[in-house]
């Protein structure tokens, strides 16, 4: 059983940039590889980031490539999402999730975190 907390949400303007963690608990962090997905008001959740167990292999997708930086430290159970030169569409709830394979499925699921980006 894996517990994900996020933080690190809030209300910024557009340009500016933010950090998001992600805590878990647990002995086995480094066996799960680790995502970020996100979801705005009336849309469907959507993938943004993945990273590997050790993180040497990151994805992304095209709507962030080049803004944002997943990034993980085994050492302190954590996964982050650093976010810059936010968009007003990257507002949504932003949620972190663990799973065992890069097939694309999750088995644990944070409560999430708002991100605000005001234009």
């Known amino acids: 059983q894996v517990q994900l907390v996020e933080s690190g949400g809030g209300l910024v303007q557009a340009g500016d940039s933010l950090r998001l963690s992600c805590a878990a608990s647990?002995?086995?962090?480094?066996?799960?590889?680790m995502g970020w997905f996100r979801q705005a008001p009336g849309k469907e959740r959507e993938f943004v980031a993945r990273?590997?167990?050790?993180?040497?292999?990151?994805s992304y997708a095209d709507s962030v490539k080049g803004r944002f930086t997943i990034s993980r430290d085994n050492a302190k159970n954590t996964v982050y999402l650093q976010m810059n030169s936010l968009k007003p569409e990257d507002t949504a709830v932003y949620y972190c999730?663990?799973?065992?394979?890069?097939?694309?499925?999750?088995?644990?699921w944070g409560q999430g975190t708002q991100v605000t980006v005001s234009s």
């Open positions: 990273i590997s167990w050790g993180g040497g292999s990151t």
């Open positions: 647990g002995r086995t962090f480094s066996a799960y590889v």
């Open positions: 999730a663990a799973g065992r394979s890069l097939d694309g499925s999750y088995d644990y």
